[in-house]
């Protein structure tokens, strides 16, 4: 079941500028969280020709609530170190992932092939993941060794949303996965009908619905999709 909520044909906002968060009870989105490309907020406020605004999501529709805070650098992901007890999991190269003891002591090294994308996750000694650029994937490791539990290939995993303990990714053809996070098997493939979502999509769950962007050639669309209880047997 999908659900168009609010299309718009300008390209108002960059959608890796924003971000659509939970937030005192509240579903914001906020047109210019980050800026990453300019040094200066002023140029690129003056530059970009583009509205800063803030907005809520509700279930009536997307309402302007007002100007959006001053953005902030964003870190990316292979900038970052992830600990996990007294694990460090970080990026050594541009496609090698390690992890090494809080005294630098390394104890595992993958090679990714491709750019890391998104934050790491760790559930239950499995670190979750995504990578895009030279194609892409969306990856389960065992944290005690680096062992590969499952690389799904997406064709490119820049965003990913948990759900009822499985995963949502997109993939190539511009649906959606619902994968088993335990061996990364495809338990269910979600569609926008004729839209297609891109791997930078924003993805995020609430209950039983999710809330992503959809594209045809012409417009976008915030579209919400109603998730299959059947895959949760």
């Not at 509205?51 to 650098?73: C, K, S, V």
């Not at 900038?79 to 007294?86: L, M, T, W």
């Amino acid at each position: 079941m999908l659900t168009e909520i609010h299309p718009w044909k300008s390209a108002w906002f960059h959608i890796n500028d924003g971000e659509c968060v939970a937030r005192d009870e509240k579903i914001l989105l906020n047109t210019a969280r980050w800026y990453a490309f300019f040094d200066s907020v002023d140029y690129w406020r003056k530059s970009s020709g583009r509205p800063f605004d803030l907005f809520e999501i509700t279930d009536t529709g997307i309402h302007n609530i007002g100007a959006a805070p001053d953005p902030e650098r964003r870190i990316f992901p292979d900038a970052r170190e992830y600990r996990f007890g007294d694990n460090v999991v970080r990026m050594a190269s541009e496609f090698k992932m390690e992890c090494v003891t809080p005294a630098g002591e390394r104890r595992w090294q993958i090679n990714l092939k491709s750019y890391l994308y998104t934050a790491i996750a760790e559930k239950n000694g499995v670190i979750y993941f995504g990578t895009a650029g030279n194609g892409g994937r969306c990856w389960g490791v065992s944290l005690a060794d680096g062992r590969i539990l499952f690389s799904v290939n997406t064709g490119g995993t820049e965003n990913y949303a948990w759900w009822n303990d499985r995963l949502i990714c997109a993939e190539r053809k511009g649906c959606l996965l619902v994968l088993d996070r335990n061996n990364g098997n495809a338990l269910a493939t979600l569609s926008a009908g004729k839209l297609h979502c891109y791997d930078n999509s924003p993805l995020r769950v609430v209950g039983d619905w999710l809330y992503t962007v959809a594209f045809d050639k012409t417009t976008k669309y915030a579209v919400a999709i109603a998730l299959p209880q059947q895959t949760l047997g």
